[in-house]
């Protein structure tokens, strides 16, 4: 939903909506800060923990309260996935469905 709705206000390209879908952030070609986003949220997804070498990276790119709100918004979309995912909700029928990896 969100590429389909946002993807042109933000300029994200398509060889990115790919990289998001099949590669690791340090693959995807990604400027060092949005690296660092895309390795917290798989490490989140992953594990729903952050390695110490993985902290040490964030606390030298970002602020503390930088992070805690990653961390919150990470969460809000696991409970929105829970929500859609265990009421069985339909896809919206505007929605761009992410490359298969």
Excluded at 10 to 21: G, W
Excluded at 68 to 93: Q, R, S, W
């Amino acid at each position: 939903m969100h590429i389909a709705l946002f993807k042109d206000r933000v300029a994200l390209t398509d060889v990115e909506i790919d990289a998001l879908a099949t590669k690791t952030p340090e693959e995807g070609g990604w400027i060092s800060r949005e690296a660092l986003i895309l390795k917290l949220m798989d490490a989140l997804h992953q594990t729903s923990r952050v390695d110490d070498a993985l902290w040490v990276e964030l606390r030298s790119e970002f602020e503390e309260m930088q992070l805690l709100e990653l961390i919150m918004l990470a969460g809000f979309y696991h409970t929105v996935a829970y929500l859609c995912n265990g009421l069985d909700l339909p896809l919206e029928p505007y929605g761009a469905p992410l490359p298969q990896a």
